[in-house]
């Protein structure tokens, strides 16, 4: 069983920053894709950025430059920093496990982010 643990959700000034982190526990394969979605009230949830084992990143458009998505594998743990945020940042931020040799996906519960002044 795969378990995910978010944390570093807070509520900050427009122009600051944050960072979230989110620890797997369980067994995952070494082939995956780690990252993190948001849902705002009454949106759909979407992707904001993810990292492949390979090293290989994707980001929203939204995000690009001013967000980074980080691994480290041997802590199972992924790493969302999150600068010059915007009111439209608010959101609950999930993190997101896919196992791409078993397929199996995992979410966490997901930490709220407000950007607010």
């Known amino acids: 069983q795969v378990h995910l643990v978010e944390s570093g959700g807070a509520s900050v000034q427009p122009g600051g920053s944050l960072r979230l982190s989110c620890a797997a526990s369980?067994?995952?394969?070494?082939?995956?894709?780690m990252g993190w979605y948001r849902q705002a009230p009454g949106k759909e949830r979407e992707l904001v950025a993810s990292?492949?084992?390979?090293?290989?990143?994707n980001f929203a458009d939204s995000v690009k430059g001013r967000f980074t998505i980080s691994r480290d594998d041997a802590k199972k743990t992924v790493y969302l920093q999150m600068n010059s945020l915007k009111p439209e940042d608010t959101a609950v931020y999930y993190c997101?496990?896919?196992?791409?040799?078993?397929?199996?996906?995992?979410w966490g519960q997901g930490t709220q982010v407000t950007v607010s002044s």
């Open positions: 997101n496990i896919w196992d791409l040799e078993t397929g199996n996906e995992y």
């Open positions: 369980g067994s995952i394969f070494s082939i995956n894709v």
């Open positions: 990292i492949a084992n390979s090293g290989n990143r």
